[in-house]
């Protein structure tokens, strides 16, 4: 069964990265959805590793809530800002997703230790 991904963030490390190492194992990963709150990247058309088959099927959100809520998600892929990290994959946990956030992952100590008591409650 592949894993059904989320990518959050469509600027340079979304876009560049993780959008195209999802999509370089096809037989593990799926590239369900893309989100964005920037309109204009949102709407900008995927990297061309993006296989042309699976293009019309990714779905693109402009709120991390209404991917989160998506039942065919199940990893989030968190590339955004630094500071938006901790609080996007609490979200992402408390909403049953498996998480994966770029690095850094936290900006303090204090937050990963936040962020590591949530994924301890939701294993």
Do not use: W
């Amino acid at each position: 069964m592949k894993i059904r991904v989320g990518v959050v963030g469509l600027g340079r490390a979304g876009r560049g990265a993780h959008i195209i190492e999802c999509c370089g194992y096809p037989e593990d990963f799926e590239l369900a959805a893309v989100c964005d709150n920037d309109a204009e990247r949102l709407a900008m058309d995927l990297p061309d590793k993006v296989p042309a088959e699976i293009r019309p099927k990714v779905r693109r959100y402009a709120a991390l809530e209404v991917l989160l809520a998506d039942p065919d998600i199940d990893l989030v892929s968190i590339a955004t800002r630094h500071p938006d990290h901790v609080p996007m994959a609490i979200k992402a946990l408390e909403a049953g997703k498996h998480v994966f956030i770029e690095k850094p992952c936290a900006v303090s100590l204090a937050e990963m230790q936040a962020l590591k008591k949530v994924a301890d409650a939701h294993p």
